[in-house]
T-cell receptor
Framework: GAGVSQSPRYKVAKRGQDVALRCDPI?????LFWYQQALGQGPEFLTY????????KSGLPSDRFFAERPEGSVSTLKIQRTQQEDSAVYLC???????????????FGPGTRLLVL | KQEVTQIPAALSVPEGENLVLNCSFT??????LQWFRQDPGKGLTSLLL?????REQTSGRLNASLDKSSGRSTLYIAASQPGDSATYLC?????????????FGQGTILTVHP
């Protein structure tokens, strides 16, 4: 079946511009994660949704970052007034489980590569 | 705060060699540890998942071990092939209210040349 999809795949933004990144998780998956991956680094956690509830946003680097999942399916990560340090790959992952002891892996999308000039 | 470190940062080997990638983590209170593969421009693909109660997992030419008490894991790749070239990431799910979020190492870039 279809995997996790993300759009756009590439985004170039001028410093100060607002951007919105979309994630379509695997149908029926309860859990959804956003990660940020800087060049040459491993992904870092940003935020977690269980259905439409945002249960953990401890990884969001500033109040310029905002995420939503209003109907418990598609999620959008919005970055306001982008800065050069926001340049990174933004990865979305989904999983069917909702307990605190995950029994299986997360399924990752291809990511959105954001470049802020 | 959980920290994950991977050694080496990069590795280049000739085809057919057996190799070992290393991962260490600072907090042994984990639910599980996973090894992922990342190809350029693509997302992460899970290779092996080891629950905290397990010692190792095997899939084809891949074998991953876990020593939770010492905070270490190794990924063993047998008879490496050029198609194995990719970045390999180690990640742990820690206890507490993690909701399953992953903490990643910085990755090992593997190049297998013919």
């Amino acid at each position: 079946g279809a995997g996790v999809s993300q759009s756009p795949r590439y985004k170039v933004a001028k410093r100060g511009q607002d951007v919105a990144l979309r994630c379509d998780p695997i149908s029926g998956h309860v859990s959804l994660f956003w990660y940020q991956q800087a060049l040459g680094q491993g992904p870092e956690f940003l935020t977690y949704f269980q259905n439409e509830a945002q249960l953990d946003k401890s990884g969001l680097p500033s109040d310029r970052f905002f995420a939503e999942r209003p109907e418990g399916s598609v999620s959008t990560l919005k970055i306001q007034r982008t800065q050069q340090e926001d340049s990174a790959v933004y990865l979305c992952a989904s999983s069917p489980w909702q307990t605190r002891v995950p029994q299986e892996t997360q399924y990752f999308g291809p990511g959105t590569r954001l470049l802020v000039l | 705060k959980q920290e994950v470190t991977q050694i080496p940062a990069a590795l280049s080997v000739p085809e057919g060699e057996n190799l070992v990638l290393n991962c260490s983590f600072t907090d042994s209170a984990i639910y599980n540890l996973q090894w992922f593969r990342q190809d350029p421009g693509k997302g992460l693909t899970s290779l092996l998942l080891i629950q905290s109660s397990q010692r190792e997992q095997t899939s084809g030419r891949l074998n991953a071990s876990l020593d939770k008490s010492s905070g270490r894991s190794t990924l063993y790749i047998a008879a490496s092939q050029p198609g194995d070239s990719a970045t390999y990431l180690c990640a742990v799910t820690s206890g507490g209210t993690s909701y399953g979020k992953l903490t990643f190492g910085q990755g090992t870039i593997l190049t297998v040349h013919p």
